[in-house]
């Protein structure tokens, strides 16, 4: 909750000086910290009735050479009514690459996917929506989408997604702590 509001707070703050300005409200004024004061409030109640409301999660990772489809990935979860919660870009240590994909660790291509996912960046992203029948069938349907547009080879096909709850919070715990 607290990361969705900063970034929210770093997006106002970029575009407040433009708005109050336009509005006749300056820097430093006792007017300006008011209304920035309200547009935090706003940001906060709108954190807290997402917390309050259950919300569905998942989570994503675009592999390695596929950052600069980024935008444009999480523009076909939002389309599917998915809301981005947060991101990060890191590259892979081997060992979290195994932790990644440790369900295929006695497949013949676990060796090699781990080496891929351990080259470059990677994103990981959380998205949460308010309703849907089972998060983790819609994570895979939109994630095939993803594949079928961008994807190159059964290993360097740009995305994966857990299928879990419990996938879930082991994968996501390796680029975002506990979860």
Known sequence: MLES???VLVEQDINLEYHTKKKGIFRGSFFYYIYKLNLLMKSLKESLMESIEPTKKIFVVI???FLDKSQDIINIYKEEGWQLVTTTVKQLLLAEAKKLYKV???EDFYKDLCDYMSSGLTRAMIFSKATTDDEF????RIKDIVREKYGES???NVAHSSDSLEHMKDEASIYFGII
């Open 5 to 7: 509001v900063a970034d």
């Open 63 to 65: 592999k390695p050479g």
């Open 104 to 106: 295929h660790k006695k």
């Open 137 to 140: 069938k819609d994570a895979t």
């Open 154 to 156: 059964d290993m360097r």
